[in-house]
């Protein structure tokens, strides 16, 4: 299933992508959640480089458990967030106010995979990790995009469905769950968009 609202047309979306300067590069932020479709988002990030895209990731600790920060760090040449606590006393604003930066310059916010726990904390304003705590400091103009990934009983809770619609209604984009096999060998929705497919969606939003 794959569930798109209010997203632009995605039929040109590599247009002008090579005439953005590094300073006008438009930036996205990616945060995975702890799923083991994780794997998946360093294609996504790899994509989007390659489009001249400015690449920010950010992980939570669970995520960190699937795929390391260094994989992301080496794709975007960028430092990878994994806590809202500094770790170091530097003056990088990154690193005194990591809730805050790369979050409020943001121009797309990226969640693959957003797992059912994600999601949750999304659709009601939580912000106890990296990842949910950027999404409220995201400018009023940026766009967000939630890529449900999740064993096919969890994605058909009630619960989980309604999050989903709730952030819906906040103004978000949903990209899949599809149809497929999954990681837990069972077959059903829950399966995570292909990274083409998402990479798609991110750059019909911001070019």
Partial sequence: MMVVRDSPSTGNLTTNQGEHSDTMKPKVLIGITGGIAAYKTADIASQLIKANVDVRVIMTEAATRFVTPLTFAALTRQKVLTTTFPDTNTGEMDVIYPHLYPATEADAFVVAPATANAIAKLAHGLGDDIVSCSALSLK????????????????????????????????????????????????????????????QIILSSIF
């Fill in 140 to 199: 009023p103009d940026c766009k967000r995009i939630f890529c449900p990934a999740m064993n096919e009983q969890m994605w058909g809770q009630p619960i989980i469905r309604e999050n989903a619609k709730k952030l819906l209604s906040m103004g978000w984009h949903q990209m899949g769950p599809e149809k497929g096999q999954l990681a837990c060998g069972t077959a059903g929705y829950g399966r995570m968009s292909s990274p083409c497919a998402i990479v």
